[in-house]
């Protein structure tokens, strides 16, 4: 069984970075699509970086302050963040499936979830 585990969250002043990391042991990241999302309190999931499938060009263009990097050789996926804002704060989810060649949106093809990791940003 894949199990994720991210890392890096924490609290952030408005305006600073952060770099999440997912990593997994047993099991190469490679063979799986690699996805993001978020959940603020009180609303639901978000993806990040991701798509709807209709189109190869990301529909979340309001992320272009996230990037995802890609190590194969540490076997990690991660989400670099800059300039965040208040409204970045959530718990942050990485999320894999071996089936998706695509990163979703829909929160409901993606099999497995990490455990999240809390970004806070004060206002």
């Known amino acids: 069984q894949l199990r994720l585990v991210e890392s890096g969250g924490g609290l952030v002043q408005p305006g600073g970075s952060l770099r999440l990391s997912c990593t997994a042991s047993g099991y190469n990241l490679d063979h799986y699509t690699i996805g993001w999302f978020r959940q603020a309190p009180g609303k639901e999931r978000e993806g990040i970086l991701c798509s709807t499938g209709d189109s190869a060009v990301d529909v979340d263009a309001a992320k272009s302050r996230f990037t995802l990097i890609k190590d194969s050789a540490k076997n990690t996926r991660y989400l670099q963040m800059r300039d965040l804002e208040p409204e970045d704060t959530a718990v942050y989810y990485c999320?894999?499936?071996?089936?998706?060649?695509?990163?979703?949106?829909?929160?409901?093809?993606?099999?497995?979830w990490g455990q999240g990791t809390q970004v806070t940003v004060p206002s």
């Open positions: 999320v894999a499936d071996f089936y998706l060649n695509y990163r979703s949106c829909d929160a409901n093809e993606w099999y497995y």
